[in-house]
């Protein structure tokens, strides 16, 4: 039964959630919460109580009625299946801004993803140190990929450079890119692309403030529009 389970092909939209799930848990856990209900979990996560135990059970983790489910054994189960038993060592590509940035964030290397590499065709960048890691040339990309074992590559470019950047990395033997340009990269089959893009982030959150004001000055308007003014009515009937 443990062996069908493993096989068995996760949802790309479980997947996606796996993560939400897990940050909640261990904040759970550590302030000290041991049993969660899918009810609990689906309030934090902002789903649904279903949807909760229809995700878990992919794991083959159902929860005890009346109890909920382990919440120190749900985190291993989540972890386990998204790999994170062990660090994911990854490589950025750029130097600049952004890529110093991401190499300085402590809460990748806390989370599995210490930085393994960084690299950019700047000579005035190669050689210098960003978040305790020496930027070398895009050219080396190969040598540090294979020299501590990366299959995750991060995309720091120009928007202009994303795709030579890309085709770096999958000619060093990385399989998996994280992008944060605006570019779309073609990438041979086989090779899973995750896409960061801020600024459509930031036009999604305008469009929720666009709602808000508008719905403010609806109600300013219809509020307005229920009051009567002084003198209002003698000068209709006077008319």
Do not use: C
């Not at 930085?115 to 140190?129: A, E, L, P, R």
């Not at 999958?170 to 890119?177: E, Q, R, Y």
């Amino acid at each position: 039964m443990a062996a069908q389970r493993s096989r068995r092909r996760i949802p790309e939209a479980t997947v996606a959630r796996l993560p939400v799930y897990l940050r909640m848990l261990g904040e759970q856990f550590e302030i000290g919460v041991a049993n969660i209900s899918s009810e609990e979990l689906a309030e934090l996560a902002g789903v649904n109580a279903a949807k909760v135990r229809k995700d878990l059970s992919y794991l083959g983790s159902y929860g005890t009625r009346g109890v909920g489910y382990d919440v120190e054994f749900l985190v291993y189960q989540i972890r386990r299946e998204l790999g994170l038993t062990h660090d994911w060592p990854v490589v950025i590509v750029g130097a600049g801004n952004l890529g110093q940035a991401l190499a300085g964030y402590n809460g990748f290397g806390d989370r599995g993803f210490p930085v393994g590499g960084i690299v950019d065709i700047d000579d005035s960048k190669v050689g210098s140190v960003v978040g305790g890691v020496r930027v070398r040339h895009l050219d080396e990309i190969k040598q540090v990929v294979q020299a501590r074992n990366i299959s995750i590559g991060v995309i720091a470019t120009p928007g202009a450079a994303a795709q030579d950047a890309a085709d770096s990395l999958v000619a060093a033997g990385v399989t998996s890119i994280l992008n944060f340009t605006p570019t779309v990269i073609n990438v041979p089959h086989g090779i899973s692309v995750g896409k960061v893009d801020l600024a459509v982030e930031l036009q999604i959150l305008a469009y929720h403030e666009q709602r808000r004001a508008n719905a403010a000055q609806g109600s300013v308007v219809r509020s307005l529009s229920g009051l009567s003014i002084p003198g209002e009515s003698r000068r209709g009937a006077s008319a």
